[in-house]
DNA sequence: CTGTTAGCGCCTTCAT
DNA sequence: ATGAAGGCGCTAACAG
């Protein structure tokens, strides 16, 4: 199978000119005759003439596409981050590579390196649980090609990011949990390699201690984000001496699975046990009971983002700024902490 | 910013050699002499070294790129796609231009260009619920651009596809609701342009007419998929003189949100009425009751439509045969047609 | 085994 | 206002 993609040599061919007018017309270029141009955009029209972007990426040594790379797709998460990035790619012309690399770092350094090898002109990263190495990311700030970080940050280098300020949400969270009179506080925390749970965690802990409340190690389960452990672990509290009565996962698809471990425990959500989770999946708000969990701007992580990459890509190397920027959070409190009347 | 992304000249000036040989030398070319080989492929690792595929792509007039374009990124079903797709293509060394158009012919159509001008080798595409005219997609054919559609399929380009069978799988769904004892089904349709709602139409009306029973045009509802409207033809159809007993929903995301509505009308589901979703989302087996729902093999239906399009570039254009493939369904029957004893 | 040359499609000087 | 020539990074064909 060959594809005859139309060239600008075909279209000087049909109208007898050089290649170089045909050029020009095409780029709108002022020194063009009018009937020129017009003659070359009917003919370009006519034969579905689209301008080759890899040769001009060639001469320019800018591709005008940027390089997404997120560990999954699963939950809604990632996807709506992309929606937001792609939208404002989309406006400033730049197109979107994307890659999910299922968790893997294998997978991660596989996908930066054809991010490197299709040239992308920067790249938005959001870590895999299992990345602990970091050097195929500092190669693209050694080669001048921007990155911009996501939720799953890399703490280690100095380039910019957006977050939402974990450490906060996490202890409004179990704040709101001791206020509705809970006393033994579970966490479902996330793998030590995240930034995130790692102050997800602290966040817990620094709210039970404000209330002086002993931080118990038995209560802390550092898991994998593997789903489908949520069961074991869940099962192990709730056969504890002294079981919890609230829960705080790492996410909500964590606290989905909690949910439905405890229903079918017989144990009553929130009077027996109650849970909250993180980032307000679009399924939280269906489950029975509702989740209680923490909203993050979603959409607008993925827009501020790209956001701060563009305006990297203006700049030189040497003015780069490490920005932070940290969205708010909401803590929304549904069925499975406070019962409504309804 | 200029990126200084190494070069097979640099490596050539740093061995002092010959640029063809290090060419050779980085592709495995097997006349090279090894200890040459060996001292490329050292100093091309130590200057980080990728190969620029933009050069590559524009002599070989192959891009390794497949463009995937699908209609939204907000329900779990087209990210799950993309997974399956990705998987697939990652196999055989092809990288994925993803693109979302939010449901806009218009966006569609842009994205499509952006497709073409970056020379992707082959398209995977799902249309946006506003696509009536192909003429975009009849340019890649034209172009010998191999495309497979899914799921949203162009009925009439005789190109591959893939699908489910959207007739069966809502015959089922509605033979179901009959079963159950179920007389009076509502159908909440797509919206006419689609190919997949006039199919579950079919699939609807056909099972009524099995079992004898009326096809009530009042209990058909055609709309445009903006979940917000839900409500309102919910509570149309309630307040009918003769409301429906049992609602079949184009997808999962309407059945939730009917399922929302009823709940908030102080009706009993199922017992005053029944609901049936398509797909089998994420969120459907969380719901409070639980989605009766057909499910579909998301990310088979991914792997499935890139293996497709990945033979068809092996062969000629003129060997290109529109296969059609149909892939299974299964009726998961939850709480929301028959409760659970549980 | 290695070096030289041409050219992929396009844009950008330089020349006319 | 247009044409001709050079080159982006790489590979392939053609010499040695």
Redesign the interface.
């Known amino acids: ?5 139309t060239t600008i040599i075909d279209i000087a061919k049909h109208l007898s000119i050089s290649k170089s007018t045909v050029s020009r017309a095409l780029t709108g270029h002022p020194s063009v005759k009018p009937e020129t141009r017009e003659a070359v955009l009917a003919v370009a029209q006519e034969m ?1 003439y ?6 001009i ?2 001469i320019t ?1 800018k ?1 005008k ?1 940027i390089g997404i790379i997120v560990p999954e ?4 998460f990632f ?2 981050v ?2 937001g990035a ?1 939208e404002i790619a989309a406006q400033k012309g730049y ?6 690399c ?1 968790e893997s770092y294998e ?1 991660e350094v596989a996908n930066s ?2 991010m ?4 992308v002109d920067g790249v938005l990263v959001s870590l895999s649980k299992e990345t602990r190495n970091f050097d195929h990311w500092k ?1 693209f700030h ?5 990155i911009v970080f996501f939720n799953r940050v890399c703490e280690e280098m100095a380039v910019p990011k957006v977050v939402v300020d974990d450490y906060d949400a996490a202890f409004k969270a179990v704040e709101h949990l001791i206020q509705t009179g809970k006393k033994r506080i579970a966490h479902l925390a996330g793998p030590d390699s995240l930034a995130i749970s790692r102050k997800r965690l602290n966040g817990y802990e620094d709210a039970l201690r404000k209330y002086n409340f002993p931080v118990d190690e038995d209560l802390i389960i550092s898991y994998d984000l593997t789903l489908s452990k949520v069961r074991i672990y869940i099962r192990h509290l709730l056969e504890l001496e002294n079981p919890p009565d609230g829960i705080f996962a790492i996410n909500d698809p964590t606290a ?1 699975e909690a949910i ?1 471990v405890i229903k079918q425990h017989g144990l009553r959500i929130p009077e027996d046990i109650a849970v909250v989770g993180f980032s307000n999946n ?2 939280s708000s ?3 009971p509702s989740l209680t969990t923490i909203s993050q701007p979603v959409k607008e992580i993925g827009r501020t983002a790209m956001g701060l990459l563009l305006d ?6 040497a003015l780069w700024k490490p920005i932070i920027k940290t969205l708010e959070t909401e803590l929304i409190v549904r069925n499975s902490t406070v019962k409504k009347i309804s």
Chains 1, 2 share one sequence.
Do not use: C
Not at 95 to 100: E, M, R
């Open positions: 199978m060959k594809s005859h993609q579905d689209q301008r080759n972007m890899l040769s990426s060639l040594n591709t596409t797709f699963m939950t809604s996807p709506q992309v929606v792609q197109n979107v590579l994307i890659s999910q299922n997978t390196r054809v490197l090898a299709n040239r190669t050694r080669k001048g090609i921007p989905i439905q679009y399924a269906f489950i029975e990297l890509m203006d700049k030189e190397t």
